[in-house]
């Protein structure tokens, strides 16, 4: 499969201590690929040097072929790196579309039309975007209302608009009721696979990360001492010492 992310050799200190420390790996186009570990393993920090929020202390990283590291976030953001949130961004005193609208007149380098016409811009494609979330009913409704799973469908479809190849979700489930926390990950799980596009996610519930993920990577104390698919990390005893003392660790996943 093609390599759509690289990460060679990775460290960050903060004053001397090592939070992310020696840490490489791979994501390949149309691949759906989880990071996960126990609090403060590494996970945002690693996540926010993807992005260009942190620069490394050292290591590399490459996009598409092309190195990122310590690029600022918009470049790599206009190259194909989407991001989305624990805490959800939209503008709640707008409707569902006007968001949508919004994020595609962004795309489009259109963010500074103004008036009643700006609404009537993009409004198709914002509306088949909200269908790929499930939201097309909610279209016209103001985002102040929405429930905070609806919420964060709608930010996954914020975060489509750019037509991101990459997409790096940071907790996408955080704060849901566990079905709620399910659907989602299917969402994201059929959008990976009907647009190809690349998730790589941190989530700290097992069951969203062995139903769903292709691959997972483990990280503890900075280093990543697991990259496999569910049997593999599931079965690897480091991860199963992480996580619960060495005892049996997760439900059997149901991914083919
Ligand atoms: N700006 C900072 N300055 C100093 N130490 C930091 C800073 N940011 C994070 N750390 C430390 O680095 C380590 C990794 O933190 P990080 O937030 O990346 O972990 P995480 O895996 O995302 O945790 P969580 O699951 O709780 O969000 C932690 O020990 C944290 O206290």
Same mark, same amino acid.
């Given at each position: 499969m093609t390599e759509i992310l690289r990460v060679e050799n990775l460290k960050k200190s903060y004053d001397g201590f090592l939070a992310v420390n020696d840490v490489s790996f791979?994501?390949? &186009? +149309?691949?759906?690929? &989880?990071?996960?570990?126990?609090? +403060? &393993?590494?996970?945002?920090?690693?996540f926010n040097m993807l992005m260009g929020q942190l620069k490394p202390t050292h290591g590399r990283v490459y996009f598409d072929g092309k190195e990122i590291t310590g690029h600022k976030p918009r470049d790599i953001w206009r190259r194909g790196v989407g991001r989305t949130f624990q805490i959800t961004g939209t503008y709640q005193s707008m409707t569902v579309i006007e968001n949508v609208q919004m994020a595609l007149m962004s795309h489009h380098r259109r963010i500074f039309t103004i008036g009643p016409r700006a609404w009537r811009l993009y409004r198709d494609e914002a509306m088949e975007l909200l269908k790929t979330v499930a939201m097309q009913d909610q279209a016209d409704r103001p985002c102040s209302v929405l429930a905070y799973g609806d919420l964060k469908r709608l930010e996954l479809a914020i975060a489509l608009c750019h037509k991101p190849r990459l997409l790096l979700m940071d907790e996408p489930t955080a704060g849901m009721a566990p079905t709620a926390r399910v659907e989602l990950m299917q969402l994201v799980a059929d959008i990976v696979r009907d647009q190809g596009v690349s998730v790589l996610f941190t989530e700290h519930d097992m069951d969203v990360v062995f139903a769903h993920s292709h691959h997972i990577m483990v990280l503890n104390r900075g280093e990543l001492i697991a990259d496999g698919n569910a049997a593999e990390v599931r079965n690897n005893p480091q991860v199963q010492e992480v996580y619960l003392g060495g005892g049996t660790l997760f439900k059997e996943d149901t991914h083919a």
């Open positions: 791979s994501v390949a &186009a +149309g691949e759906l690929k &989880a990071l996960i570990g126990p609090n +403060g &393993a590494g996970k945002s920090t690693c």
